[in-house]
């Protein structure tokens, strides 16, 4: 009897932690808000490895890929993957840098506005300030025992093209982004979970720029 | 004015009049030389009706100026033992899946193609164009589903480089596809319908009989697709 009530004890504790809660109270969405803002304009720098996992419908497995992810204010970011195939990716301000394997290609995003908003959306999701974006966006909040979660539906008719949703976990005790969820309009799912994060820490200019 | 329009049309079209046929080519080769398989395995399951059939690349995508990556999946849908007939069968009906998507997950195209069908399910809003649907169409159709039955085909060798090669018409395309004498593997297609549709495939192979890389062409239309094979 003390073995099932231990059990059913276990499970309603991690369930709680896991559910959300939709979090109503506008005093409480404002103070998440600010923080977050707060947060943003705080951080320097990122470095951070993620797991990204890509669920297809039509597949039975995720594809998983690794690596590493460094942002620097204001708009640079080294995304890198290493597993399980060699791909970096810089945005540093309007420009793109792409290492593939040895061949290096860079572009302009401001030639084509449909990349641009695409790098944006890229952007503002790592640093959580997309929920900023209300001109594309309507945010609605929940909360777990980790997390602050922000569910961003887009009201732009492009972006509702791909995106169903983009749901961003702020972790509790210091507002970065834990984990993004990017929900398509198709029914398939990319999370990426960041771990390891090191905010603040000095990140060398040199890392936005590809040999 | 009128004749830099001309001249501006000619240039464009040009790569689609310039003949595609492989140069060099002597005819009537033995049926003895004539390749064993009709093209190269790239599914992960080898044929394994019971698991999954998929091919995995990390892909990239330049047309003009732009430059799309991420991955690109192919599923085979429809299990027909396709992987294990000879040249000499015809194909079998089949459904491939191809979707392509970003590094963050976010899907540029998604297809649904069969012997008798091509369905874009979803295609990003700067790809959504219907001619570029149709060359797309060609791509995948080249890759996946345009089987050479050998008595409908010619064949050639072509002397420099002692390739087999052989042409056949399949529905409205016109196709070469050149084999390496002794290993049998596949080299390259070559295939259009029309001035504006033409696709050139090459393959790349490591150790062991399966491609790991190709590369589609569409040069009319200055659209390149690279894909390096991830899982097999």
Redesign the interface.
Known sequence: MHKIISIIAFLLVYYSGVAQTKITDTAQISFIRKQISKTAMQTETIASEFT?E?K?S????R?I?TGKFYFKKENLLR?E?TH??S?I?IIRNHEIL?R??DQT?S?DTQ??K??SE?NKI?LG?VRGTLLYDEKNFISSFSQNHTSYVVTLTPVSQ?IQ???QRIVMFFNRKNFTVDRLE?H???G???I?NFTDKHINQPISDEKFFLD | MRNSFWISLFIFLLPGCISFKPLNLTKEVPESVHPGEIQPNLFTNNGDQTS?A?A?F?A?LDIR???L?G?L?I?E?ADTGYQTKSFRESSSKVLY?I?F???????FF?FELSDDAFRP??C???LQKKALLRIFETDFRLLLTTHPVVNLCDWYQQEDSGRIVCNYHTGKYNIWRSYETGTDALISIIGKSNLFDRTEILFGYGNGGNPRNMVIENPVIRMKLSL?L??L
């Open positions: 990204q890509k297809m039509i597949l039975n497995d594809i890929t995304w993957y399980p195939f791909y990716i792409i593939d394997e290609k572009y030639s084509s449909v990349f695409v890229i999701s492009k093209e791909s995106l990017m398509e309009t198709a398939d799912c990319t990426i | 999954e998929i995995l990390k990239t100026e732009h430059h990556t991955l999946l599923k849908m899946r979707i998507t970003n590094e963050i997950g976010m899907t998604d399910l979803f990003f809003g700067p390096k991830l899982i």
